[in-house]
């Protein structure tokens, strides 16, 4: 990251850049195609934009003081719904590809080795499971994301103040 600060006038000149380099598999690259220049555009326009508003609270107020950012409660549920709806899709699919076997393996190693064989049942997927299991995920998600977002910005409006 680089961060030039150039005096024009009576104004300065913030030039904020990121260096990157592109990654090795071809799974990572594709990402990399369609989401890193519109990430890192987005990354640089909310780093300046908050930076501006820190500094111009500051020199308005003329005392420095912490500004805590207020968090948008029903967007970071939103964010964290979609996360884990998305993850639990992706989750079915590698078990999908991956069979029954496989399944237990990564069950097995994830919780530490328990035996997970007792509970294996037979069962071929199911459409309609997979999308009450990523809305049940969802609803948990936002509700965990949105609760989490009040608690933020409670406790952020106690520290302001003091």
Same mark, same amino acid.
């Given at each position: =990251? !680089? $961060?030039?600060? #150039?005096?024009?006038?009576?104004?300065?000149?913030?030039? /904020? %850049? *990121?260096?990157?380099?592109?990654?090795?598999?071809?799974?990572?690259?594709?990402?990399?195609?369609?989401?890193?220049?519109?990430?890192?555009?987005?990354?640089?326009?909310?780093?300046?934009?908050?930076?501006?508003?820190?500094?111009?609270?500051?020199?308005?107020?003329?005392?420095?003081?912490?500004?805590? =950012? !207020? $968090?948008?409660? #029903?967007?970071?549920?939103?964010?964290?719904?979609?996360? /884990? %709806? *998305?993850?639990?899709?992706?989750?079915?699919?590698?078990?999908?590809?991956?069979?029954?076997?496989?399944?237990?393996?990564?069950a097995?190693?994830?919780?530490?080795?328990?035996?997970?064989?007792?509970?294996?049942?037979?069962?071929?997927?199911?459409f309609?499971?997979?999308?009450?299991?990523?809305?049940?995920?969802? $609803?948990?998600?936002f509700?965990?994301?949105?609760?989490?977002?009040?608690?933020y910005?409670?406790?952020?409006?106690?520290?302001?103040?003091?």
């Open positions: =990251m !680089k $961060l030039l600060l #150039s005096q024009k006038n009576d104004n300065t000149i913030a030039e /904020l %850049s *990121i260096m990157y380099e592109k990654p090795k598999g071809w799974f990572a690259r594709l990402i990399f195609f369609f989401v890193a220049d519109w990430y890192c555009n987005w990354c640089l326009k909310n780093m300046l934009g908050d930076t501006k508003k820190l500094l111009t609270n500051n020199n308005n107020n003329n005392n420095s003081k912490i500004t805590f =950012m !207020k $968090l948008a409660s #029903s967007k970071f549920g939103l964010a964290v719904g979609i996360a /884990l %709806s *998305i993850s639990f899709l992706l989750c079915n699919i590698i078990l999908s590809i991956g069979g029954k076997d496989f399944s237990l393996d990564i097995n190693t994830i919780f530490h080795n328990v035996d997970f064989k007792p509970l294996m049942v037979e069962s071929s997927f199911n309609w499971k997979l999308i009450c299991g990523m809305l049940i995920l969802f $609803l948990e998600g509700f965990l994301g949105y609760v989490t977002g009040i608690i910005n409670a406790l952020n409006k106690k520290q302001a103040t003091k």
